[in-house]
């Protein structure tokens, strides 16, 4: 979010300087499912959510290099009448605020997917989910941020931030050679987990939760599956790439946090997350893992994103903590950009102000 | 689940000498190894469990090892660990070390040894360090025809190790042996040439030879050609960081100690605590020394886990010690011999494969690195070098060379290394997942609407 935020800026005629602690797009965006389905969006996010899905869809438009975007027919599933009664509660939810998603019985749930186990009994159906290969998604902005004149400075961690003369200045490390201090009129926050203290920095508090969802991909298989598979309970995310591997995430957490980073695995999480995959689609049985990782998610004390400026903070914004960030990330960083260029915007942001520790409601 | 004092992992000289080391003085010791147990197998069973044929997977907390074995899977704590995991063959790609019938020295050494078959009918052997005699002399032994050895280092190199070998006069007979082996044979050796190409021809392949100089960049003169069935090849050994790197412990570059190792004291204690590196896996050091590093990692291991300490462990660690650096002085010598050659690095063509799991070629590196990618795992999501089955251990070496150079560093520190990833080995699902039913699935509170 950070980068879209960054280029729409840098080609609205702004001159953009990009501070990242790591590698763009190696905490979150870069090491997350690259799954793109209304299934697993928030509600109230929605319709933002069809919009950047349509972003994704037309990388060539706007990004440039591909993240190898592909369209797919998103199933979220239920196995028992529980599960059922969960989907269509769900399924409604996100019909009311447009999410093209119909409920399909189990057959016609099998014609879609052949691959499914057939004690299925009830889908939800969205025929535009999709998904991209996220690891891509650092090299693509790269190229693109660099065409937009973006000032790229990775490996290099926000140390403190001083407000000057109606300027903000940013510290790089402190123990490197030449200190990194770069001074803009506006400050934008998108540090996914470390928003919190980055927020602090400015005597903000916002309490920003970390999340370690952990992440599988297979060896490369034959096609064994044609769509991006979910269940109802969200706890599953799957889709075959081209290159025939399988991805399995659904937000399975592992060790880790905001100071240490992705620490460890959970082996049994990892049981757990392998035993739903297989259950929804046999023929993994015959394969294998080949790689295990853990990716970091933010999240709010409501569970909502915030995006808009800063209050009592002149020219600063924040950007982060949305849910599916990835599939909604590209319109967030849009609007927001829209929003500091002083463009119309479509749909409204999310006020951090809500958010504030001590604030009162 | 079973629970130990120590689990050792890595049944090699390093990790059969700790387990050894560490139940004598009283522990209740695992040694777990994915390979099936030795022939000679020096372990007592009511000393040490061993659990061979058992793949670890993943290893985490404080301490829980996952693994894989004949009955399935199962996981086992232990208050400390060895980890023992030995070495990777090392091999500097060229033309058409992906063709089969290029394998590489420990391939090679396993089918002499394990199960008495030759690589080929006739076979080349290039690379460079000791371990050529051996392969080369064991395969003569085993009726098979050895075209020629090639090695990177010259007459000169040899010398410098020479006042260490005569340190150690029983390796120096063995490797005397090897040698009169292969000159009986008419084997001939060409030191200071690498092999730059690889090609089938019919059902043999023709390598092509060039000389170079010590740095192991080519020079211009000309080339040779051989004919045989099989090329094997190592450039030396690369350290199996792997388990010490998920665990987070301190690693340094070390060109002389094969690459990247755990920061260990010399008794083998890592930057974390009860987590212990023995052998080549803390640095290459041969079997010789392995075996003698192992006792002394044992020993210690077993010493921490004493609270009250013991005088009696302490005087064993002095005298395991000074065994142990006895052996260490030419194994170093000889590591020397295996490091990785800039200049060799520098001469990979740019269409050839580097990463063979997912056909990545140097000109791809090349290409992320002119695109601002810095470090190691920029590199592996731009490229997908390193992303394969073997998780970087075959390519990683090489490629992050490539890439300090390309950004023009001075150090391998500066690029870093591949993220460490479980699982270890690809791991079967269907192992993994045993049998269960859907409604046993521990499944975790359901996402918010």
Redesign the interface.
């Known amino acids: 979010m950070g980068c879209t935020t960054a280029l729409f800026l840098a080609r609205g005629g702004m001159r953009v300087a990009l501070v990242e602690k790591d590698a763009l797009c190696r905490a979150a965006s870069g090491v997350n499912a690259g799954t793109l389905t209304l299934h697993m969006t928030r509600a109230a996010l929605i319709p933002y959510a069809m919009r950047a899905v349509q972003m994704w869809m037309e990388t060539d438009r706007w990004l440039g290099l591909s993240v190898l975007s592909t369209m797919a027919p998103g199933l979220s599933l239920a196995f028992t009448e529980a599960e059922r009664e969960l989907l269509q509660q769900r399924a409604m939810a996100r019909r009311k605020f447009g999410a093209p998603i119909d409920l399909l019985e189990r057959d016609a749930a099998l014609a879609i997917e052949p691959g499914l186990n057939r004690s299925v009994l009830a889908a939800a159906f969205c025929a535009n989910d999709g998904f991209t290969s996220a690891y891509l998604t650092g090299r693509a902005y790269h190229s693109a941020l660099r065409a937009a004149e973006v000032r790229i400075f990775e490996r290099t961690a926000v140390t403190r931030i001083d407000r000057l003369n109606g300027h903000y200045r940013v510290y790089g490390p402190e123990n490197s050679a030449a200190q990194v201090r770069i001074e803009a009129k506006r400050l934008v926050m998108a540090g996914g987990v470390w928003l919190e203290p980055l927020c602090a920095m400015l005597d903000v508090a916002i309490p920003v939760k970390t999340l370690v969802n952990q992440l599988i991909v297979t060896e490369k298989l034959p096609p064994i599956m044609q769509s991006v598979l979910s269940i109802a309970n969200g706890l599953l995310s799957m889709k075959q790439f081209a290159n025939g591997t399988v991805l399995i995430g659904g937000g399975w957490q592992g060790v880790g946090d905001r100071m240490r980073g992705p620490v460890e695995t959970v082996p049994q999480n990892l049981i757990g997350n392998l035993r739903l995959a297989r259950h929804v689609i046999p023929a993994l049985r015959l394969a294998r893992v080949a790689r295990i990782w853990l990716g970091l998610e933010s999240e709010t004390a409501d569970g909502m994103p915030m995006i808009g400026a800063l209050p009592g903070r002149d020219d600063a914004w924040v950007i982060g903590c949305v849910h599916s960030g990835y599939t909604s990330g590209p319109y967030m960083g849009k609007l927001l950009a829209q929003t500091m260029l002083g463009e119309l915007t479509e749909l409204p942001l999310f006020d951090p102000r809500r958010l504030i520790a001590g604030a009162a409601a | 689940m079973a629970e130990f004092d120590v689990i050792v992992i890595g049944g090699g000289p390093a990790g059969t000498n700790a387990a050894l080391a560490a139940a004598s003085a009283g522990l209740k010791v695992a040694l777990i190894d994915e390979h099936p147990a030795p022939v000679t197998l020096p372990l007592a069973e009511h000393t040490v469990t061993s659990l061979f044929s058992h793949a670890v997977?993943?290893v985490?907390?404080e301490y829980?090892i996952?693994a894989v074995g004949p009955d399935g899977p199962l996981?086992c704590m232990a208050r400390a660990l060895i980890v023992a995991s030995g070495a990777t063959v090392r091999t500097v790609p060229f033309e058409g070390w992906t063709l089969p019938g290029v394998i590489d020295l420990a391939t090679a050494a396993k089918r002499l040894a394990g199960q008495g078959t030759l690589p080929g009918r006739s076979s080349l052997v290039v690379g460079c360090g000791p371990w050529l005699a051996a392969v080369a002399a064991n395969t003569i032994d085993a009726g098979g025809r050895v075209e020629a050895i090639v090695d990177l280092a010259g007459a000169a190199d040899s010398v410098h190790a020479r006042p260490a070998k005569d340190s150690r006069p029983d390796l120096r007979v063995q490797q005397l042996n090897w040698w009169r082996t292969i000159r009986r044979a008419g084997t001939r050796r060409y030191g200071r040439w690498t092999i730059v190409r690889a090609e089938p021809a019919g059902e043999s392949l023709c390598a092509t030879l060039a000389r170079c100089d010590g740095g192991g960049r080519t020079i211009d003169a000309p080339r040779i050609t051989l004919i045989a069935d099989c090329i094997v090849v190592g450039h030396g050994f690369i350290p199996a960081t792997e388990i010490t790197a998920?665990?987070?412990a301190r690693h340094g570059y070390s060109r002389a100690a094969g690459g990247w190792i755990a920061i260990t004291d010399e008794d083998g204690r890592t930057s974390r605590a009860l987590l212990y590196c023995a052998g080549d896996a803390a640095g290459i050091v041969g079997a010789d020394a392995a075996a003698s590093h192992g006792t002394l990692v044992g020993l210690t291991c077993a010493l921490d886990l004493t609270a009250a300490g013991s005088v009696p462990l302490e005087r064993r660690i002095d005298a395991a010690r000074r065994e142990h650096e006895r052996g260490a002085h030419l194994a170093r010598a000889m590591a020397n011999l295996m490091t990785l050659r800039s200049g060799h690095v520098d001469g990979i063509p740019v269409d050839t494969i580097v990463c063979r799991c997912e056909d990545v070629r140097r000109g791809d590196i090349d290409a992320?690195s002119a695109?601002?990618?810095?470090?190691m795992?920029?590199l592996?999501?731009?490229t997908?070098c390193g992303?394969?089955?073997c998780?970087g251990r075959l390519c990683g070496d090489i490629a992050g060379e490539l890439l300090m150079r390309r950004v023009g560093a001075g150090s391998r520190e500066t690029v870093g290394w591949f993220?460490a990833?479980?699982?270890f080995r690809?791991?079967?699902?269907?192992v993994?997942?045993g049998d269960?039913r859907?409604?046993d699935?521990?499944?975790?509170n359901?996402?918010?609407?």
């Open positions: 997977w993943s985490s907390g829980r996952d996981h998920l665990l987070r992320a695109a601002g990618a810095q470090d795992n920029q592996k999501a731009w997908r992303m394969g089955l998780q993220t990833r479980t699982p690809p791991v079967s699902i269907d993994l997942t269960f859907y409604e699935i521990v499944i975790p359901a996402a918010p609407l």
